[in-house]
């Protein structure tokens, strides 16, 4: 089974940043070889994917996010990252990781509030 906890979210301004951890871990797995994402839930709005990162370090992102946010791992450290720059109102959610396609339980998450 493989865990997923994230952190760093916080209350940022319109244009700030903040930058997202998620810590990996578990039995039986290797972060290595795992595609990773990104996903973040907003009030009243059904999860949905941010970012994700190939085992090969080939990125993709949404529309929405893409030239602001940056998502890196560090297999030696079993993290994931989420460089997140330009926040806007609209990035406001709980965001998670997970293996591809939420494969995972999902872990607590951590919230990002975008608020002037």
């Known amino acids: 089974q493989v865990q997923f906890v994230e952190s760093g979210g916080g209350l940022v301004q319109p244009g700030g940043s903040l930058r997202l951890t998620c810590v990996v871990s578990g039995t039986g797995f290797s972060m290595s070889a795992m595609d990773l994402e990104w996903y973040r839930q907003a009030p009243g709005k059904q999860r949905e994917l941010v970012a994700r990162?190939?085992?090969?370090?080939?990125?993709y992102y949404v529309a929405s996010v893409k030239g602001r946010f940056t998502i890196s791992r560090d297999n030696a450290k079993n993290t994931v990252n989420l460089q997140m720059n330009s926040l806007k109102f609209e990035d406001t959610a709980v965001y998670y990781c997970n293996g591809r396609a939420g494969f995972y339980s999902w872990g607590p998450g951590t919230q990002v509030t975008v608020s002037s």
């Open positions: 990162i190939f085992d090969n370090g080939i990125t």
